[in-house]
């Protein structure tokens, strides 16, 4: 079985945060909605998650791998194959992250900071170094490994998005629970239709995506991120294909899903938005060239 | 309520998605589902004719007790015929009478087979079937065959006109219409089949007796060596009662109808092209499915990216084509069945039997379900296959779909790029834009490129064929170096008729030709099938046998003979320079073999086992007299109706003369007759082309549409910068065109083997020998025609689209 990572200890059904919703308060603002509607195991009774529960584990404790850290990238290094050479995108890059964080990676086009977290997501592998993630060494999973892992552990928000566009934006909320067996099929509705809520999208839910806004649609992608409730969140310029006020309240998404127990790693290049999170790195040139705690 | 909005749906959303993709691109879906079908149909139809022409067919023909042998025999009396049918070889025989009369039909001449039967309540082997009427014909009266009613145009109630050896007519009325399973089907043989009684036979002036009898044997009924000892054993009996035994007749493939052979032939043949428009079909799933996967690339990275599995993706696409497969299946299955039946009746009414079958038998539906459904799975697994092991990273990050993978530096490039920089810069932008937009996506065009080159060179082997069978036929009309022949009742003296021929209006040369019939005797005791024997004048020039081997006969050749290669295929052990043994009647003869001529084609195809020799050979072997009843005449005009009119006045003049015409048939007849059997396969082959070409034009358009869907942002770019309508739509169009242009260049070579193939099995199917091959530049240029309509019209509707598009739509494309 491939390593996993625990999910968010369960607190409260998902039934109170529905009946506050409906009470016409803002799930964004308070901070007693959980987004963990069922403890360990799926209500269809499939695990959800790993053996391991990332967020009682303290930084002390060592996970399978020995990392301490939720997530560590030791000495990464990718290479790629160009028609004009070799090019390294990262050169021997060490990162570890801690539950909770708000980790922003920050630096200029090119710099390497997406390959990073493809790196950390398993949508790309690194030519050399290690990528763990809990107890998973996630750079030796198999494609078909890394698909589970990632549906069950990790949320991934892209800078275009990236809905089906021929799926409604609940359909695609949807999509990650059908394709991972989590929970009942009743409940996936019920769950998905919560979280549109919780983005403050949920009239739009049976409409196609590209009947949307730009807004709506990451807001859509953000809550299919979070539809089997992975601890781990990676996004990829959220904000970059938004306006100012649309990228404002992504963010102030993100803060609360921090708030609530989410590890959030967003590649970014607005600095005035890395000022706003747990800590910043900055990426140039396939390295780290600086970390900056808030 | 905003939750109000969206509602639960049981359908997880993946295969939501499915049913998405069905329907959010509709012209894909159409295209699909047709390539698919089109397949489907082509093995619908062949396949479901096949079965109902072979099922209905022996439905009817083994409820008639066929013949085993008939044995035309003097004095044969119903106590002969029980001592017959005593005989443990033998289950049953019954005796009846049969000749042919000359009929006129208003212009026109044709004959009638009249069998006069004993009891009609009482017709054990060779039975009818009573479609209307009498049960028993009236005296003077007659049962008609009711594929004899368009033959001579006539209907229940009228009657026939027919001419008596003595030169008197008689009228026989229509008593009834009769269904004779075994009949020769008048659309081939110029003749009619009709039953009378025995006192009408009488009325006729031929003895009340029978002239034949037919026998079944016990076992063995396919085994004709079993069936031809038999008929041996009875020629013995027939003999030691002192009767004279006149000949006998087996079929070619006993217990099997006469039709059998050809209408297998046919339909394997057609199979064969069907099997190639289901592989064909099969290329276009191919294509289609890889351009949907690349289309589909960047969702399944998304999917991927959430979590999904491989399996769980390909089980998605996988639906999806297998869907394709289902509605295909609704569509192909009816036109199929229609096809089928279609195919099937046109067949049955030409061999003048029936169609029992309603719809399609079920094996052919299991045929259809499995073609339908598996092929499609099979020829998508290897596009899916190859679209979900493309990781995540390259899914989401291509920059676009008309991308190549990996553009390698090839040292040719650059002396290829000099190579072309001339033409490049002498032609237009737009169409530079087709040429290179041709070449991009190189498998792509790999497989419409080799979907429509098979499609070409089938048209073209079809063609071919065509051409062929044409040429077949013209070389056999050309050893046949005269017009009309002349058969008469009675042997005359050849130079008092060959006088009188020439005494006729429109006669230029006649000749006295020695017809008459053997059959080899082998070392081993056993003989032959009957061989014709044709015995011109030494150094005739109205016949001239193409030859195979050796030489042709000298006017001096006194033993000498040619023989066609049809003696030889049934005679294996026979070469040139050989004695052979013949047998006519009780007396036999040794003749060598100087030569092997080509088969020529008889009337009736594919019977041409010939032994030519010199008249004077003939006459001093066989010590012969100088009495022939077969002339051959050439006319001053050679045209159909010229030489019916010369027939026809030959035949009255005769009459006049008391020299009585049995028949004549013209040059002309005989051609059409051969025409006629060779046109029916031919519209089949060509339907087939047709079929394979509808399949092509299918690739090419759903290529054109990938292609322009996959470039949308490029024609963007092309309207932003000014290109009209008439310039996008140019582009387009020229880019199929010039891939009509290439699969036809290339179809047309690949045609060359193809067609010789087909023109073999065709050649050994209907004539069991070679076609005379001749290859169809007609067929080439008719193809080339063909493909460029098809190329424009393919490529019209994604023009049109193409030209429709604003920049503001493609910019925003995804």
Redesign the interface.
Same mark, same amino acid.
């Given at each position: 079985m491939a390593g996993t990572i625990a999910c968010l200890p369960c607190r409260q059904p998902y039934i109170s945060m529905l009946a506050k919703l409906r009470r016409g308060k803002s799930p964004a603002a308070n901070p007693a909605i959980n987004l963990s509607f069922d403890g360990s195991k799926g209500s269809n009774g499939h695990p959800k998650s790993g053996a391991t529960d990332a967020a009682s584990q303290t930084d002390a404790t060592r996970y399978k791998h020995g990392n301490t850290d939720l997530i560590e990238c030791r000495t990464l290094v990718k290479e790629y194959e160009t028609d004009a050479g070799r090019f390294l995108a990262l050169k021997g890059v060490n990162l570890s992250v801690s539950t909770h964080e708000f980790v922003a990676v920050i630096g200029k086009s090119g710099s390497g900071k997406t390959t990073l977290i493809n790196m950390l997501t398993g949508i790309d592998r690194p030519s050399r170094g290690e990528v763990l993630v809990g107890d998973t060494a996630v750079h030796r999973l198999s494609e078909g490994q890394m698909a589970v892992w990632r549906g069950r552990n990790m949320g991934v928000i892209f800078q275009f998005f990236q809905l089906l566009p021929t799926l409604t934006v609940i359909e695609n909320v949807m999509l990650p629970m059908d394709f991972c067996n989590m929970y009942a099929p009743r409940e996936r509705f019920d769950r998905g239709m919560q979280l549109l809520e919780l983005v403050g999208i949920a009239e739009n839910a049976s409409k196609l995506p590209s009947q949307t806004s730009g807004g709506q649609q990451q807001r859509a992608a953000i809550a299919r991120a979070l539809a089997n409730d992975p601890p781990i969140i990676c996004a990829d310029e959220p904000t970059g294909n938004l306006d100012s006020k649309t990228a404002d309240s992504v963010f102030e998404l993100f803060s609360d899903l921090v708030a609530r127990g989410k590890t959030i790693l967003m590649v970014t290049h607005d600095k005035d938005l890395a000022k706003r999170v747990t800590r910043a790195v900055t990426v140039a040139d396939g390295e780290i060239v600086d970390e900056i705690r808030n | 309520m905003?939750?109000a909005?969206?509602?639960? =749906?049981?359908l997880?959303?993946?295969w939501?998605?499915v049913i +998405?993709?069905l329907w =959010?691109n509709k012209t894909r879906t159409a295209l699909v589902v047709l390539s698919i079908a089109v397949g489907i149909f082509a093995v619908g139809s062949v396949a479901g004719s096949r079965v109902i022409l072979e099922q209905d067919l022996t439905a009817q023909y083994l409820p008639s007790n066929d013949r085993s042998a008939q044995i035309n025999a003097s004095n044969i009396d119903d106590d002969f015929i029980k001592s017959i049918r005593d005989m443990p070889e033998v289950a049953d025989a019954q005796g009846r009478f049969a000749t042919v009369f000359r009929m006129k039909i208003g212009e026109r001449r044709t004959n009638l087979l009249l069998y006069g039967i004993p009891d009609f309540n009482d017709i054990r082997i060779n039975s009818i079937t009573f479609d209307s009427g009498d049960h028993e014909p009236p005296w003077r009266q007659v049962l008609l065959d009711r594929g004899s009613l368009e033959l001579f145009g006539v209907h229940e109630g009228d009657s026939l006109s027919i001419e008596l050896p003595d030169g008197t007519m008689r009228n026989l009325g229509i008593a009834g219409v009769v269904h004779d399973i075994n009949a020769p089907p008048p659309n081939f043989s110029n003749f009619g089949t009709a039953f009378a009684t025995y006192d009408t036979i009488a009325w006729l002036g031929f003895p009340k007796a029978n002239n034949q009898f037919r026998i079944r044997v016990s076992e063995g009924l396919s085994d004709r060596q079993h069936i031809q000892d038999v008929v041996d054993k009875i020629k013995k009996r027939v003999e030691d009662s002192g009767r004279t035994f006149y000949g006998f007749g087996i079929q070619q493939s006993p217990n099997v109808h006469y039709a059998w052979d050809p209408v297998t032939a046919i339909t394997l043949i057609l199979t064969v092209l069907g099997a190639f428009s289901l592989f064909l079909s099969a290329f276009l799933v191919v294509n289609t499915i890889t351009a949907l996967m690349a289309q589909q690339l960047? +969702?399944i990275?998304?999917?991927?990216?959430?979590?999904?599995?491989?399996?769980?993706i390909g089980a998605l696409y996988m639906t999806l084509v297998f869907v394709f497969g289902l509605i295909s299946l609704a569509v192909a299955i009816p036109l199929g069945a229609l096809g089928a039946q279609g195919f099937a009746g046109y067949i049955s009414g030409l061999l003048n039997f029936d169609i029992l079958t309603k719809g399609v038998p079920t094996n052919v539906w299991l045929i259809e379900l499995g073609v339908g459904l598996l092929i499609p799975i099979v020829a998508a697994l290897a596009p899916v296959l190859s679209g979900l092991r493309v =990781?995540?990273?390259e899914a989401?990050y291509s920059s676009g779909l008309g991308e190549s993978k990996k +553009?390698? =530096?090839r040292p040719s490039a650059q002396p290829r790029r000099s190579l072309f920089s001339f033409v490049t810069r002498s032609i237009s932008r737009p169409m530079l834009i087709s040429l290179r937009n041709t070449f991009r996506k190189v498998g792509r065009l790999a497989l419409t490129l080799g979907t429509l080159t098979l499609a070409s060179a089938i048209f073209i082997s079809v063609w071919t064929v065509r051409d062929s069978l044409t040429n077949t036929l013209d070389k056999s009309v050309r050893v046949w170096n005269y017009d009309i022949s002349v058969n008469l009742e009675h042997t005359q003296q050849p130079e008092k008729a060959v006088r009188e021929l020439l005494q006729i209006p429109g006669v230029t040369q006649a000749e006295g030709w020695i017809t008459s019939g053997g059959r080899r005797l082998r070392d081993d005791g056993t003989e032959s099938r009957p061989i014709s024997i044709l015995a011109p004048p030494g150094g005739s020039q109205l016949l001239r046998p193409q030859l195979v081997e050796g030489r042709l006969l000298l006017p001096d050749d006194v033993s000498g003979v040619v023989v066609s290669s049809d003696v030889i295929n049934d005679e294996p052990d026979v070469r040139v320079g050989d004695q052979i043994t013949m047998k006519f009647g009780p007396r036999r003869f040794k003749f060598e073999i100087v030569g092997i001529a080509e088969n020529t084609l008889a009337g009736n195809v594919g019977n041409s086992r010939v032994m030519y020799m010199n008249e004077e050979g003939y006459r001093k072997v066989l010590a012969a007299g100088p009495n022939v009843s077969n002339f051959i005449v050439v006319t001053e005009l050679h045209d159909a109706q010229s030489r019916q009119a010369v027939g026809a006045a030959i035949e009255e003049q005769f009459k006049r003369l008391q020299m009585r015409v049995d028949n004549f048939e013209t040059i002309s007849e005989r051609r059409g007759q051969i025409e006629f059997q060779f046109n029916i396969l031919v519209v089949f082959l060509l339907l087939m082309a047709a079929l394979l070409a509808v399949v092509g034009g299918l690739g090419l358009a759903g290529t054109m549409s990938m292609n322009v869907l996959e470039r949308t942002r490029e024609i963007g770019v092309l309207r932003a910068v000014g290109a009209s309508d008439g310039a996008v739509r140019g582009i387009v169009i020229v880019e199929g065109l010039l891939i009509g242009f290439i699969s036809w260049a290339i179809g047309a070579l690949v045609a060359i083997p193809i067609s010789q193939t087909l023109s073999g099995a065709v050649g050994q199917a209907f004539l069991r020998g070679k076609l005379a091959y001749v290859f169809s530049t007609n067929g080439v240029f008719i193809w080339l025609a063909a493909v460029l309509i098809i190329a424009t019209i393919a490529s019209l509707v994604p023009a049109l689209r193409a030209s429709r598009l604003t920049v503001r739509e493609v910019l925003s494309y995804?």
């Open positions: - | 905003a939750l909005l969206a509602k639960y =749906s049981p997880p959303p993946r939501r998605k +998405q993709d =959010s960047k +969702q990275g998304i999917m991927k990216a959430v979590g999904a599995k491989g399996w769980q =990781s995540v990273r989401l +553009q390698k =530096s995804e």
